[in-house]
């Protein structure tokens, strides 16, 4: 079914085409039609940010919590490299997403044309890939091809750069179905290779899951898969900060987050294992530590979507290419029909092992009797919203570890962190895109003041959609983890990492008409959570924490997992005075 | 490692065929990619190497099935083993490649590069110049009564001593094409 229309007309088709609802944008000269079809139609939300970097991560965050990819739409020269980072950020964190950015019209391209920038030459390096659309005729093609590139193989950012004579010119509209890409990503693994992986669980003694993102990205059917294949082997699991929640931190098995503050068990565990099943991560170098003396001992199998992922960092084994879902049925078949076996006393021996690693308890800190730790303030979070129907969000330093830490995922899309790019400003606008999504869910965005501070104007966006985000703002008046780094290594020279000149966060509330509750003391602070709770609107929580509190367990850059660094409560002089080191 | 019983790279249709680890012998390999003939294609793939830290040491391009919009883009790279192997499951993911062939694994191939070399000199050198140009089978394919215009068709190595040649007989200028490359049979 071939339509004659406008190209701005055709983007709004293909969008209700594609089944998308809601956009995050800012208009601008450039995609002036395209605003002109959307507000002549109901089927699709826009959403209007106060800043593009803030769209983006909002769609992140739609992006994550639903498993669809999200859209954003904005303008030509500063509207998109506006964009860039949150661009970046969706490709280090394999988020789908589709960003239409306006363009001056053709004729005009590279005469340095009014907000006019090469956005496909930029964003190239930030994109899985992005065009360029000069022809109205190839408009819709180039729109659906762009949804499935998107969401096909591994997820991530896609931009269409469309001029304003292409907007506003006549050409021949065609649905999805027409669609055809040579992008076909190979989703089932090699059987020989999950034959190999099955042998090798039946025999190891010393097996561990170790789990990412892509668990995740491949849907909630690779969750319910990897659940049933930790229950019926009794592996140890544990998963990276992008994979939280695929197995349910309330699980038998859950060893906690690993790498650089990850838990004790899960990095000693890692680092002692003989089997490690690699599911959908990728050894990033805050997993990995000392690549020479990772996991010297092991065989590892690797499962990724991604081709380039395997043997990128670290030589593996057993690799299997393929989607994770696909491969841990063929895996679950295989290992069922060989018999189910496992080296059950091995696996037994070994969780004693781990259980010793469990006895350092290497989360306790010392609590605060007149100020808050932010570790308190996290535990006292997750006691009083685990029960809610609850989505995190956060942004990016030390809260965002002591959150991965404290708090606990039981499903997956539960859990929106910068991971990869670490882009502080993520968390706040990435809640406004979670709670577009899922209404009537308890949405918290775990802050810490200097990344809020960001992306603060979406203040302006949340009070305008009446969106409930809490912002639970955890307030050490510094910026923390930089702190922890030059009192640990830079001679505790504090260069610039102090937030001065802080706003009052309960007026900044109440100067965008929010509520705001400021809580420093340790006695008040379930009274104040429970408040906040309550209140049906955006709520700035200002959690004033102790203000030198450290995050431990700690990997130092280019230290191996089993060279980690305990707090002070956890390992009662277990350090040696050399090297502050735990071996 | 044979506790388990697993041998590395023994599953034929997994990712890699890993080769035992000579991780620090820097290989040179010739890649023949490729590509949808499309705008930004070149800088995408030019892209990927210089962002990551690869090395070209030469890259050709052209529209090799204009029906079909296909060109054909030789890279000659170096590198580590797991780095070589890097480089083709990077340029795999780029959405308009085709298909990543190395032409040095993949069996016997055939690399011919075209250069042109401007010689200026006069008397017992141009005499001398001319005579080596016929041992190299080079053309002459311009020539003035001061200078002569020499084109050499050959392996990277064979232009590469020409030029070495050509150099105390008054070498000015030189171009070079880069490698194309196809695998024989």
């Known amino acids: 079914m071939t339509q004659t229309m406008s190209g701005a007309k055709m983007v709004v088709q293909a969008l209700i085409d594609q089944g998308v609802d809601t956009v995050f944008g800012y208009p601008g000269g450039a995609v002036l039609p395209i605003y002109d079809e959307i507000f002549q139609q109901n089927s699709i939300r826009h959403f209007l940010v106060r800043h593009e970097q803030g769209a983006v991560h909002a769609a992140e965050g739609y992006a994550r919590s639903t498993g669809k990819p999200g859209v954003v739409l904005v303008t030509s020269g500063p509207g998109a490299t506006n964009a860039v980072t949150g661009l970046t950020d969706a490709l280090m964190d394999s988020i789908p997403i589709v960003v239409l950015t306006g363009q001056v019209p053709t004729f005009m391209i590279g005469s340095d044309a009014f907000q006019e920038a090469d956005t496909v030459g930029i964003t190239r390096p930030c994109t899985k890939h992005n065009w360029l659309v000069k022809d109205t005729n190839e408009l819709a093609a180039t729109l659906h091809t762009a949804f499935h590139v998107a969401t096909a193989g591994r997820p991530g950012p896609v931009l269409v750069d469309i001029p304003k004579d292409v907007q506003f010119a006549d050409g021949s509209y065609e649905g999805p179905a027409k669609m055809k890409s040579h992008y076909q990503p190979q989703v089932k693994g090699d059987l020989d290779a999950i034959t190999q992986l099955v042998e090798a669980m039946e025999t190891a003694k010393k097996p561990i899951f170790y789990t990412g993102g892509g668990v995740i990205n491949s849907g909630p059917v690779a969750s319910q898969l990897l659940r049933e294949l930790v229950a019926t082997t009794n592996f140890p699991i544990t998963s990276t900060l992008m994979g939280l929640g695929s197995y349910p931190a309330k699980g038998d098995n859950w060893l906690g987050m690993l790498g650089m503050h990850g838990l004790y068990e899960a990095n000693m565990a890692m680092h002692d294992c003989d089997l490690m099943i690699n599911i959908g991560a990728r050894f990033d170098d805050r997993i990995t530590g000392r690549l020479d003396a990772f996991s010297p001992d092991s065989i590892k199998a690797h499962i990724d979507i991604d081709k380039s992922s395997i043997n990128k960092v670290i030589r593996v084994d057993i690799p299997i290419v393929g989607d994770v879902a696909h491969v841990l049925e063929d895996i679950l078949k295989v290992w069922k029909a060989r018999g189910r076996k496992t080296n059950s006393e091995g696996v037994k021996e070994w969780w004693s092992e781990i259980d010793a690693w469990r006895k350092i308890r290497c989360l306790d800190y010392k609590p605060g009797t007149k100020t808050i730790k932010p570790q308190y303030a996290l535990e006292r979070l997750e006691a009083l919203t685990k029960d809610h129907d609850r989505y995190i969000t956060t942004e990016v330093g030390q809260h965002q570890m002591w959150a991965a830490q404290y708090l606990g995922f039981n499903d997956p899309n539960r859990w929106m962190t910068s991971g990869g790019l670490g882009t502080m400003g993520y968390g706040f606008p990435a809640s406004i895109g979670v709670q577009v999504a899922h209404p009537d869910s308890l949405v918290i965005n775990v802050a810490g003041e200097a990344s809020w501070l960001m992306n603060m104007q979406e203040m302006g966006t949340a009070m305008q959609y009446g969106l409930p985000v809490k912002q639970f703002i955890l307030n050490n008046e510094r910026l923390g983890m930089v702190r922890q780094w030059q009192e640990l290594l830079h001679g505790e020279r504090y260069s610039q990492s102090w937030s001065e000149s802080l706003p009052d966060f309960v007026k900044l509330a109440e100067a965008f008409g929010a509520k705001g509750i400021l809580c420093s003391d340790p006695a008040d602070l379930d009274d104040a959570i429970i408040e906040m709770l309550a209140y049906d609107g955006p709520v700035i929580f200002d959690c004033l924490v102790e203000k030198h509190e450290n995050c431990f367990p700690m990997i130092p850059s280019g230290k191996a997992h089993n060279e980690m660094l305990l707090g002070d409560f956890a390992i009662k002089g277990a350090i040696d005075a050399a090297g502050s080191v735990l071996v | ?185």
């Open chain 2, 1 to 185: 490692m044979n506790a388990l019983n697993i041998t590395k790279g023994s599953s034929s249709n997994s990712a890699y065929n890993l080769r035992s680890g000579h991780e620090d012998v820097i290989e040179r390999h010739t890649l023949a990619v490729l590509v949808a003939n499309e705008p930004g294609v070149l800088a995408r793939v030019i892209g990927l190497f210089s962002g990551r830290g690869y090395n070209i040491e030469s890259l050709t391009v052209a529209e090799v099935d204009h029906a079909g919009h296909t060109s054909r883009i030789t890279i000659v790279t170096t590198g580590t083993p797991q780095i070589i192997e890097q480089i083709k499951a990077q340029l795999g993911r780029i959405i308009p490649v085709y298909d990543v062939h190395d032409l040095t694994v993949e069996g016997p191939s055939v690399e011919r590069e075209l250069s042109l070399f401007k010689v200026s000199s006069k008397g017992e050198k141009r005499v001398e110049a001319l005579r080596l140009a016929d041992v190299f089978r080079a053309n002459v394919v311009d020539s003035t009564l001061d200078s002569f215009t020499f084109e050499v068709v050959g392996s990277p190595e064979k232009i590469d001593a020409f030029g070495e040649l050509m150099r105390p007989l008054g070498l000015s200028e030189m171009a070079r094409t880069g490698v194309a490359a196809l695998s024989r049979g």
